[in-house]
């Protein structure tokens, strides 16, 4: 049986809306507009124990609506959601005893005190045992290498640091699923491959479920073997990530720095060119026209100075992705 | 148990943090001088103008410092709920609150704690004793027990009333001051002799937010104002019955926090 | 010299697009503006209920007639007190506040902009739309309530103009206490605490607490003279006539003295602690 399952689960908010035009302001006193909205419509699907699934889409699509669901602290206008044999909102609070949650933007952690009050205070919030807190903390700050930071007031340390630390935070208390919204923004590259590996091992050790909202392709692309994409609180791809990949964003990019500006003309094999100064941009199917290939012959039609080869960015593929279903 | 427990390790971190700020004796005196000035007002006037018949400057005061006292361990105790509607639901973190498996009272009312506010109690407690002696009552036990317990559900009623603003600011906040009238505006109400208070005034502040039953009746059982001492005595269930009432508007504050999320 | 005035033009414009937009933004909050209302009513009421018990069972019942005021003219004090108790800086601007302890101050000396000019045109709007709404919804129940209770009318005709200008520098004055009060507030090491004392002590000696004219006889003229007597004291005593309006010039000047005063000490002071605050490295 899967570890959770979600069917038809939707979910509106009201907004009032502000009156536009001259003096809007003033009528804004004393008239307002309600407006209905989507956030989740007719969202179904199922992750089974251990699974790492990507939730992407763009700001505003329902991402953090569904995890506040899945979580329990929301409770759906309409649908059916089980998660480990449980109604989330109905069973709060033992609900949440088994899930960890980090919100890469929020902080648990007590800015004025040392890292250890914090988890202190989360052992007596979980009602860990001394026993298996202890040997746990032990196992996670030696993993997430943060034993020397434990002393360490909060609002001294990096980002990087701190969302170790956060990290360790959520998995005190040794959560069957992890819910994780953009763990990685802002920080390091070493504490970001860190990170990537803790998360890789509890779930590859423990079996920990997790699932991650991002913008950062290369955490979906080294964590996630499955990616789900929302967005107008509709469900519009669940599957792996290469066939998304296939699908909607076959393209690469080069970044072509020139020494001068040249108005751009067409070249042989680029799908799509735009310039900007003397950088432009060129997308070529690389199933169509190899990597290389392309390189030499925007070598020889342009005096570069340096290039980038890229994917297209998530956004990218979001925004095609629409283009698609909606147009 | 486990709750008592737990609020008093958020009490101890509060205190930890509280320590390493090094502008705490100036926030005691701020508060001292809250508490200093703000019968100021009444003591100018009672000056210039004398008593009004029996009542005197230190009745008044009296009934005015059960009330002050009650509101001072109320802030002190409860200040997470006090902050709640402007702190806590603003910034979003009640949802954290929502994401561990243990009593949402207590995470809300753990999560503010200023020391220094206490200091509005020993200045109350001060003013108390000194009314006392003033008025030449004699101490006993009974009494004692009277004021401690009208003490008791005067915190209880005050943490009511920050549990029930909680509670609306999940519907409001813009429209939220008025709640005002039941905090720091309530005891000034104390101010005027019972005897000349409106009717209105009275059975408001005894039935509905029962202000008068935690700061009169107790003051008036053991000074003997009255001859019916078990009034005095009614503070402690009056406390209770509403900071019931207050955690019930709270309830179905968060069960609408809950559906809209807003 | 041309170019320097057009200069200062744009500059005057571009703070008072700065107030615009705040108010504007706060005149939405018709319901908070009425929650706050709804605060001071009751307030006058329980004043006016302890005001007419002194003075009709006190002692020395007459005490207050003696001292120049009398209950008629303490009710309409009560009234325009609390209608325009908002005025009064309870604490700085939030958007301040955020900048300094944020450290972001430090960016702000980098814009082309006079920040205490700044910092004064947030500091009046953040304040105008609640004084507007309380004050609007206040004298209009302080109008409609029964005689006794009633806000009485201006003395004459003469006084209710010179108490009106009186009023607009009292709102000037309470903005230049604010907005110093915030450039002390720069000294982050003090936290909070100096900040709510300044702005306690000045709440307690504009009149708000009690009437200035009921306080001892002997502190009467220096509680005319201290600052914040402008606040209310002095634009309510021009309403009231209980000062003439021969009077009126001179108190109005002491008002402005003070402002003076205030704008000059804050613009020290901040010049002063943002030199400091250059010398950390911001």
Redesign the interface.
Request: aromatic letters at 20%; glycine letters at 6%.
């Given at each position: 049986m899967a570890q959770i399952e979600l069917r038809h689960i939707c979910k509106t908010f009201t907004v009032s809306l502000r009156p536009e035009g001259r003096m809007s302001m003033l009528r804004g006193a004393f008239v307002r507009r309600k407006k209905v909205i989507k956030a989740l419509d007719d969202i179904s699907f199922t992750i089974d124990t251990g699974e790492l699934v990507g939730y992407i889409g763009p700001n505003g699509a329902g991402k953090s609506t569904t995890v506040k669901i899945m979580s329990g602290i929301l409770t759906p206008d309409s649908g059916y959601c089980r998660i480990m044999n449980r109604i989330p909102w109905q069973e709060r609070v033992a609900h949440v005893a088994r899930i960890g949650v980090v919100f890469g933007q929020r902080t648990q952690l007590w800015w004025d005190l040392p890292v250890q009050d914090s988890f202190d205070l989360l052992k007596d919030i979980y009602s860990i045992p001394f026993t298996s807190y202890k040997h746990r903390l032990h196992e996670l700050a030696t993993a997430l290498d943060i034993s020397a930071l434990l002393t360490t007031p909060v609002r001294q340390l990096s980002l990087g640091q701190r969302m170790r630390c956060e990290l360790a935070a959520a998995l005190l208390h040794s959560p069957r699923i992890l819910f994780l919204d953009e763990p990685t923004i802002g920080i390091d590259a070493v504490s970001k491959l860190a990170l990537r590996e803790i998360l890789k091992r509890e779930n590859r050790e423990n079996g920990v479920t997790m699932i991650l909202t991002t913008h950062d392709m290369d955490d979906v692309e080294t964590l996630c073997s499955r990616v789900m994409v929302i967005g107008h609180g509709r469900l519009l791809y669940d599957g792996k990530l290469h066939r998304l990949k296939a699908d909607y964003a076959p393209w690469r990019s080069i970044r072509a720095i020139l020494t001068e500006p040249v108005t751009p003309f067409h070249i042989e094999g680029a799908e799509r060119i735009k310039a900007e100064g003397n950088v432009w941009t060129v997308l070529f199917n690389p199933d169509i026209i190899p990597a290389h290939i392309m390189v030499e012959r925007l070598a020889r039609a342009l005096p570069l100075r340096d290039l980038v080869i890229g994917e297209q960015n998530i956004d990218e593929i979001i925004a095609k992705m629409y283009q698609e279903m909606c147009l | 148990m486990s709750s008592v427990r737990l609020y008093l390790k958020y009490l101890h971190l509060h205190l930890l943090t509280g320590l390493q700020y090094k502008g705490w004796p100036l926030m005691v005196l701020q508060v001292l001088i809250v508490v200093i000035t703000d019968p100021i007002g009444i003591i100018l006037l009672f000056y210039r103008f004398g008593s009004i018949g029996e009542w005197s400057v230190e009745r008044i005061l009296l009934i005015y410092a059960m009330a002050v006292t009650s509101f001072g361990l109320a802030e002190t105790f409860c200040r997470g709920f006090d902050y709640f509607p402007w702190r806590t639901i603003r910034t979003g973190d009640f949802d954290r609150l929502l994401l561990r498996p243990c009593s949402l009272f207590v995470q809300v009312a753990g999560s503010y704690f200023h020391i220094h506010r206490i200091s509005r109690v020993f200045a109350g407690l001060g003013a108390i004793i000194w009314c006392l002696w003033r008025l030449e009552v004699e101490l006993t036990m009974l009494h004692i027990c009277t004021i401690g317990l009208a003490l008791i559900g005067g915190c209880l009623v005050y943490a009511g009333v920050f549990v029930l603003t909680s509670g609306l600011a999940f519907f409001t906040i813009q429209s939220l001051d008025w709640i005002f009238i039941f905090t720091n505006a309530s005891y000034q109400v104390t101010r005027c002799p019972i005897d000349y208070m409106p009717q209105v005034l009275r059975r408001f502040f005894t039935f509905v937010m029962p202000m008068l039953v935690i700061s009169y009746m107790p003051a008036a059982a053991v000074c003997g104002w009255t001859k019916t001492y078990w009034l005095g005595l009614a503070a402690l269930p009056a406390g209770l019955l509403f900071l019931l009432f207050a955690t019930l508007i709270w309830r179905i504050g968060v069960r609408h926090y809950q559906s809209t999320g807003s | 010299m041309r170019l320097t005035r057009r200069a200062n033009m744009t500059k005057v414009r571009a703070y008072f697009s700065l107030f615009r937009i705040k108010t504007?933004?706060g005149?939405?909050?018709?319901?908070?503006g009425?929650?706050?209302a709804?605060?001071g009513v009751?307030?006058a009421l329980?004043e006016i209920?302890?005001f007419t018990?002194?003075y009709n069972?006190?002692?020395?019942?007459d005490?207050?007639t003696l001292?120049g005021l009398t209950l008629k003219q303490v009710i309409s004090y009560v009234w325009l007190s609390q209608a325009i108790w908002t005025m009064q800086p309870m604490s700085i601007d939030a958007e301040i506040l955020k900048k300094i302890n944020s450290g972001d101050v430090g960016l702000e000396l980098c814009r082309p902009m006079d920040l205490y000019a700044h910092w004064f045109a947030g500091t009046a709007a953040s304040r105008l739309i609640p004084v507007f709404w309380r004050g609007t919804v206040t004298l209009l129940c302080a109008i409609l309530m029964p005689v006794p209770y009633r806000l009485g009318l201006p003395a004459s005709a003469i006084g209710f103009c010179w108490s009106l200008l009186s009023f607009f520098c009292a709102f000037l004055l309470c903005t230049a206490f604010g907005t110093f009060v915030a450039t002390v507030r720069l000294n982050v090491?003090?936290?909070?605490?100096?900040m709510?004392?300044m702005m306690?002590?000045g709440g307690?000696l504009s009149g708000g607490?009690?009437p200035l004219q009921?306080?001892?006889a002997a502190l009467q003229t220096i509680l005319l003279l201290q600052p914040f007597a402008g606040y209310l004291d002095i634009p309510i005593r021009l309403y009231l006539g209980t000062m003439q309006p021969n009077d009126a010039g001179s108190l109005i000047l002491l008002q402005l003295i003070w402002i003076a005063l205030f704008v000059a000490a804050g613009k020290a002071l901040m010049a002063k602690r943002l030199k400091t605050i250059i010398v950390q490295g911001g």
């Open positions: - | - | 504007a933004e005149i939405q909050y018709r319901l908070a009425l929650a706050s709804s605060v009751f307030w329980i209920v302890v018990v002194f069972y006190a002692a020395n019942k005490a207050g001292a090491n003090w936290g909070d605490g100096p709510y004392m306690l002590i307690v607490y009690l009921l306080w001892p």
